[in-house]
């Protein structure tokens, strides 16, 4: 069904779409490519929020190059958008551009398109191929694809881990646990996210920025503080510059004039609080997470927690991947990775299975998603 010359240009287009790897969110990341004659003539892939899509930016380059589109073949990661959100739709760019076929990785899972962008070029004459390279294609966007068909962000936990489990000395002391590879490893991650969430634990104990340094992007995720009591310090470095990415303090109420006072004083430095209470008297995880994919059109949630916070989002059933970074030692006593437990018997656990295990040495990364 597809040529070699097919899966060449779509792989362009992937590597076109990682590009936006750091930058698209809350779109998908998407790169295309156009070829005549088995020569790529124009490649683009998606902007920052509200700038051009990749179809448009590949048309764009072809232009400004001197090529003539009509007749090409167009290779897009994602099924080209036919409603008017930010931008204009795609499909309508394609359509003036009078290419004779175009092949599309993956249909796109927004209910406002859903096939409706492939069946519009079919309409116009225009041959129409899809699934080629879906998976790889699918991969990439696994957040932006469960906002579109769960209602929920793809929710990725990352642990820094000695051999037997322990992510701190018993007195809290974790700094550092892997090596400067991991760690700029775990940066990536975290540009791509759409926020890091971390607990007020961590913020007391550890005092971290959890912001992206160790990777280059244009876009600095938002930070997230679960803070069921309203006490996160105000001079935490977590809480500084909220203007460039906006920080968001989850708190369980708001009900009493010294929580109101604190999120006044919170919110006068520009840092975002809200309530969101569970029976418990504790942070709502599971509706909180519904929130921010509904409300926020947030895509991917990048975890960086204690063992209390983790223990809290497995046993609710919050994480959808496991980033582990185990380092080649053994601490003997410590605080774990988390609390599931505990189980009456092997059946209660959780299963997940490695997708993929790679050496940043000397630590192992694994990463597992729920089998």
């Known amino acids: 069904m597809y040529s070699a010359v097919d899966h060449q240009m779509m792989s362009e287009a992937l590597a076109q779409a990682q590009k936006a790897l750091y930058l698209s969110n809350p779109n998908p990341r998407v790169g295309c490519v156009i070829a005549k004659d088995e020569k790529v003539i124009g490649r683009g892939f998606t902007q920052a929020v509200g700038k051009a899509h990749a179809e448009v930016q590949a048309l764009e380059d072809a232009k400004a190059q001197g090529n003539d589109v009509v007749g090409s073949t167009i290779y897009v990661t994602l099924e080209p958008c036919s409603h008017t959100g930010r931008t204009p739709p795609c499909v309508d760019a394609l359509l003036a551009a009078k290419p004779a076929k175009v092949i599309v990785a993956m249909s796109d899972p927004n209910p406002l398109v859903a096939g409706e962008g492939l069946e519009k070029l079919r309409a116009a004459g225009i041959e129409v191929q899809c699934g080629l390279l879906e998976a790889e294609a699918q991969s990439l966007n696994r957040g932006f694809i469960s906002r579109m068909t769960r209602g929920l962000p793809w929710v990725r936990m990352k642990i820094a881990a000695s051999l037997?489990?322990?992510?701190?000395?018993?007195?809290?002391?974790?700094?550092?646990?892997?090596?400067?590879?991991?760690?700029?490893?775990?940066?990536?991650?975290?540009?791509?996210?759409?926020?890091?969430?971390?607990?007020v634990g961590t913020v007391k104990e550890d005092d971290p920025s959890l912001n992206v340094r160790e990777v280059e992007t244009q876009r600095q995720p938002m930070r997230i503080i679960i803070d069921s009591k309203l006490e996160t310090p105000q001079t935490a470095k977590i809480l500084q510059k909220p203007e460039l990415s906006g920080v968001l303090i989850v708190c369980a109420n708001l009900d009493s004039p010294e929580t109101q006072a604190k999120a006044k004083n919170f919110e006068a430095r520009g840092i975002q609080v809200i309530a969101m209470a569970n029976a418990f008297g504790k942070v709502d995880l599971p509706t909180l997470f519904s929130y921010l994919a509904k409300e926020r059109e947030m895509n991917e949630i990048h975890i960086e927690s204690g063992f209390k916070l983790n223990s809290s989002m497995l046993r609710e059933d919050c994480v959808d991947e496991?980033?582990?970074?185990?380092?080649?030692?053994?601490?003997?006593?410590?605080?774990?990775?988390?609390?599931?437990?505990?189980?009456?018997?092997?059946?209660?656990?959780?299963?997940?299975?490695?997708?993929?295990?790679?050496?940043?040495?000397?630590?192992?990364?694994?990463?597992?998603?729920?089998?």
């Not at 701190?168 to 991991?182: E, R, V, Y």
């Not at 582990?324 to 209660?348: C, K």
């Open 322 to 371: 496991l980033l582990l970074y185990y380092a080649p030692f053994l601490m003997g006593e410590g605080i774990g990775m988390a609390n599931v437990g505990p189980l009456n018997e092997l059946s209660q656990r959780q299963n997940w299975q490695i997708i993929d295990q790679t050496l940043f040495c000397p630590d192992l990364r694994l990463r597992l998603i729920k089998n």
């Open 164 to 199: 037997d489990g322990k992510t701190a000395l018993p007195d809290g002391h974790s700094q550092w646990i892997t090596g400067p590879l991991a760690r700029a490893d775990g940066h990536h991650w975290r540009a791509q996210a759409c926020a890091i969430v971390t607990g």
